[in-house]
């Protein structure tokens, strides 16, 4: 009974009892503990003192990392900047894509579709995909493992098509030219002549190549095909043309033609566009490649049916390209094609008056799309980019591949006019300056001016 009795000597059951001899050693513990928290507590704030905070370091970025006042002034040659009327537009919830509302909505986008193909005999197809999701679309339709087709290399786009090419066991007869240089059509003419047994199935070709600033003369490819009499598809790469420079489907005789919903359409990524001519249908019937998600038979299935969805769309795309196609219209095509060339006449007028050299060799492969500028050597192209992200606001486009560092690329497609170009100008002169090239100041904003004062044309709807 002794062991029981408490300091003041009353009883103390047992289970108490040691509940009391516990309690000062808890005690001890949670002090301990205090003493711990309170000591991490301070050492982070000393390492943040010393170090910075972690989660802005590069990787791990806060969502207000990129955050500046104003708009971007977005640059590269896609993804482009998108309408307010577009993102109005795509700004509504989801809908059942079979009731009867969508496929009335789709019957409508297939038909402005091919205006801008310019083709009135081609079959269109709205593709939940990328510019590379066409591709492979465009390929696998129309040819088979082991077919031999003509591709041209002359920038890292049209490098990764022939890759892809390849991958897909096609026999690719690769042509290749000097990165800002066009395609080598005399090789061309050579192969064709050669090919009396017509082994040659298909001749692929890349309209702009956005990573030199080179525009392929598409008409000088049909003529040569017509002089040979030479009955290979004509397959076209028109991700950054289509929309902004001359496209004429049927009358160069192209047998599939593509974009990208994020190029001069000015929509967001996500919608790749492919235009088949009755002669690419009917190659697609035998064609043994093998497709599931890009089968065209699929399309026209349900097509027939007035369904025309084998797929889930995007909902919010396809008002979006509605609205896109509108703008298009409202403007004109062909008014939309001049501006673009005005764009691109101011911006290597701006680049001549820099100092600075054009990625693109000769004047017939300027591009109306994209201006690939070529910096000194003693400049690492990708700084003035970092540079024009970073203090200006202002996004440009990276040197790939072979030109990487050596040039950075202005875009100037899509849904930007001539005053929105003049601020990127006047943004990559600062630029040019922080990176220690001795640019003056003005120079080439005041030559792309002059141009461009002569040259706007007034607003058809304010007149």
Partial sequence: MMDNLDDDGRVVPKEEKEVLVWLPQVRVWLIIILLLYHFIFHYNLLFLFLNGDPTQSEGRAKMDYTYAPGRNHLFVPGPVNIPDQVLRAMN??????????????TKILLEDVKKIFKTTSGTPFLIPTTGTGAWESALTNTLSPGDRIVSFVIGQFS???????QRLGFNVDVVESEWGAGANLEVLASKLAADTAHTIKAVCIVHNET????????????????????????????????????FRMDEWGVDVALTGSQKALSLPTGMGIVCASPKAIEASQTAKSLRVFFDWKDYLKFYKMGTYWPYTPSIQLLYGLKAALDLIFEEGLDNVIARHNRLGTATRLAVEAWGLKNCTQKEEWFSDT???VVVPPYIDSSEIVRRGWKRYNLSLGLGLNKVAG????????GHVNDLQLLGCLAGVEMVLKDVGYPVKLGSGVAAACAYLQNNIPMIPSRI
């Fill in 159 to 165: 490098l990764l098509w022939v890759d892809q090419q």
């Fill in 92 to 105: 509504r919830n989801n809908e059942d894509y079979r009731s009867p509302a969508v496929p009335a909505l």
């Fill in 211 to 246: 990573a030199t600033g080179v525009t392929n003369n598409l008409a000088s490819v049909r003529k040569i095909l017509d002089h040979y009499q030479h009955p290979a598809l004509f397959l076209v790469d028109g991700v950054s043309s289509i929309c902004a420079l001359d």
């Fill in 370 to 372: 994209v201006t690939a």
């Fill in 406 to 413: 050596k040039v950075f690329r202005i875009g100037h497609l």
